[in-house]
């Protein structure tokens, strides 16, 4: 008897420890970050496809054009938020975290939509917006009625000063003050966003498991990862101080960005969601600097696979983020290739050249005249595809799609531009001359035109209205046309992703910049291995000297937007080509 005890219990432990080590040998292989390797797609729900003609693009929308990402080649889906929302701040403001917006359809479509993408081995990333919620979700209605009840602490409330003036002179990102005073609890709540959209208060431990709860709710959905608004803005310092003055308000930075435990709590989140599924997860984390990304994204920090950085898309000047200035080609070389270096074997970039908040990549970045759009279109991508990290497309930019040709004021449709418009032009502080041409040229509706499928009518995004006016250059700049067009910015984009897959050293390879000097050229080389790249970029709109390196001589060229790269010792305007070692 005893024997048989003693076998049996052997026996069991050497089970359990083949167990624990099959699960450690699969948690390991889960851990072969396939993100790395990946091409993200961004969609804008609203203005990507509308399916019913009521001028709102869908998810039905959506899953009728997956076989366009598929043929571009790109391996994940980001999808802006798609959840319940009053569209305050089109669905970055939500109402219930487990509906689907009604414009977009319904969970069944959501479900389609995921299994489709899945059958064509495409990911869904879910974007997820928890500094805050929507004032109309259920929370924060039970929380206004009173501290007493279950989800009082759910936000962040004060009183008011003596004289009943807000708590603290913190501006809003939208504009106005950060505290708006609430008639029925009595007392102020935060909104570092607009007025609908309280901050939650994360110091709450109740807040943080419905939050968690919530994730693990999508993530047995079987959706393939999280990309997080505003991440690094969920902790705020217990004091409240007054901000140095920017303009009329203070700047609530230093007190709730990046702030006291905002990495202990994405450890937690980690373990009690993040760790359990195979995911990819990338964090908005403005104002991040390459040593705090090595925390929230480090190798082994237990946090988040990647966050999103902004050094290189902020230019600040006289009236905040409005301006058309351009950054120095010198400034944004220093910028990128001090992130690829301070990154390199501690944490992982992401690369992109705009989203929905950001104006047009080839506006900005390149020349949206007719003459060179195509061409710095493809320079950009070659610029930003041959870099180490994930690079993002955001929809429309593998068209080279454009800025949008704004009249007047009353073509704001984003929050942030007409608050913007208000709180500078009418208020008398600039010109509508001076500013016109600021807010114009980094308003975020640029991003949000819609879609342009074809020539036809609205761009065939809708047989409808569209909710926001589509950019008149969709006759000349659009899908079909692109599909047809060999030499399309579509093709290059497709060819820049197969590339990719192709060569490890464009995923892995170390990074060094040459020519740091010039304004005119961005050259830089990649290594891994015996292996070498060479990638050549003219942001100038003329033909510039360019002497190709000796240790390239006879190199294989893997892409170019010329037919003879750098001939006779000369790039063109605008040229982009790779040469492989
Ligand atoms: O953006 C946060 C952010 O810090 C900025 O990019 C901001 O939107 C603005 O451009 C500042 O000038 C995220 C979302 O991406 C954005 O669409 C939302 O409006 C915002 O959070 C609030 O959820
Ligand atoms: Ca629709």
Redesign the pocket.
Known sequence: MEIERELYQALTEILMRAKDKFIERKSEEMKTSWWKEAVVYQIYPRSFMDSNGDGIGDLQGIISRLDYLKKLGIDVIWM?PVYQSPND??G??ISDYRAIMEEFGTMEDFDELLDRAHEKGLKIVM?L?V??TSDEHRWFVESRKGKGNSYGDYYIWRDGKEDGSAPNNWGA??GGSAWKFDEERGQYYLH???EK?PDLNWDNPAVRREVFDMMNWWCRKGIDGFRM??IS?ISKTKDMPDGKLKGLYGDYSPYCVHGPKVHEYLQEMNREVLSKYDLMTVG?T?GVTPSQACLYAGNDTHELNMVFQ?EHVDVHGKY??WNSVRMPLTKLKEILSRWQRELAGKAWNSLFWD????PRAVSRFGNDDPKWRVLSAKMLATCLHMMQGTPYIYQGEELGMTNYPFHGPEDFHD??SIHAYEEWCRSGIVSHEEFWPCITKVS?DNARTPMQWDDSEQAGFTKGTPWMPVNPNYREINAQAALKDPDSVFYYYQKLISLRKRYPVIVHGEYKLLLADSEELFVYERALGNKKLLVVCSFADKETRFEMPEDFAGGECLISNYPEPGKDGKLQPYEAFVILM
């Open positions: 802006s701040d089109n970055y403001d974007d917006v500094n805050h990102c939208f570092l966003f607009s959209q608004d505003v803005m908005e403005a902004f905040g983020k989203n929905h908040d950001q929050i942030e975020r």
